[in-house]
């Protein structure tokens, strides 16, 4: 069993930037792949962007791509991956999920790729 435990949602205006925290309860295994998903009122949960830990390998939703980063702390006993959005805009105010996939790697862009969530974090963008 994987906990997820997320942190760095908040209120922001256009333009801003935050960084939100995901970290995983314990390091089981050498292969998988960990993500942050959005879900907006009325929207479905979407994809924002995925890390393969062992590698580094990232890969992000194209609403993203250049304004956000995946990153990863991989000290001896931290297992914590990281979303640093900047230049936000209104339509990113969601609540952020990180996810984890167990013995998957690759561009996982599916919420059915993953096997444990975290309990998600608010982010609002005000105009």
């Known amino acids: 069993q994987v906990q997820l435990v997320e942190s760095g949602g908040g209120l922001v205006q256009a333009g801003g930037s935050l960084r939100l925290s995901c970290a995983a309860s314990?390091?089981?295994?050498?292969?998988?792949?960990m993500g942050w998903f959005r879900q907006a009122p009325g929207k479905e949960r979407e994809f924002v962007a995925t890390m393969t830990w062992s590698s580094g390998n990232t890969y992000y939703a194209d609403s993203v791509k250049g304004r956000f980063t995946i990153s990863r702390d991989n000290a001896k006993n931290k297992n914590t991956v990281y979303l640093q959005m900047n230049s936000l805009k209104p339509e990113d105010t969601a609540i952020y999920y990180c996810a984890y996939a167990l013995g998957r790697v690759g561009h996982l862009t599916s919420a059915s790729d993953y096997d444990y969530w975290g309990q998600g974090t608010q982010v609002t963008v005000s105009s």
């Open positions: 314990r390091r089981t295994f050498s292969t998988y792949t």
